[in-house]
């Protein structure tokens, strides 16, 4: 059993920054890609970030150059850096490996 739990979700003002994390416990391998998924009040859930097991990242192009995802496989934990947040940026955020979901931590955008 997988277990997927994120933190760091909060309110912020316009223009601040905040770092999610995303603990994975059970029996994991981590070679799975890490997934930063998101959805915002009546919308589908969208990918925001992905980083593979190999280094290689990918974003949503509405949070490129303002979102960062890394990972710490020592820790099996991955992080999403967000900085100059946006009120468009305001959703649950989830973290995915492989067919696990996390339960999601929120970020509100307001001022």
């Known amino acids: 059993q997988v277990q997927l739990v994120e933190s760091g979700g909060g309110l912020v003002q316009p223009g601040g920054s905040l770092r999610l994390s995303c603990a994975a416990s059970?029996?994991?391998?981590?070679?799975?890609?890490m997934t930063w998924y998101r959805q915002a009040p009546g919308k589908q859930r969208e990918m925001v970030a992905v980083a593979t097991s190999g280094g290689s990242t990918n974003y949503a192009d509405s949070v490129k150059g303002r979102f960062t995802i890394s990972r710490d496989n020592s820790k099996n934990t991955v992080y999403l850096q967000m900085n100059s947040l946006k009120p468009e940026d305001t959703a649950v955020y989830y973290c995915r490996m492989g067919d696990y979901w996390g339960k999601g931590t929120l970020v509100t955008v307001s001022s």
């Open positions: 059970g029996n994991i391998l981590m070679r799975y890609a």
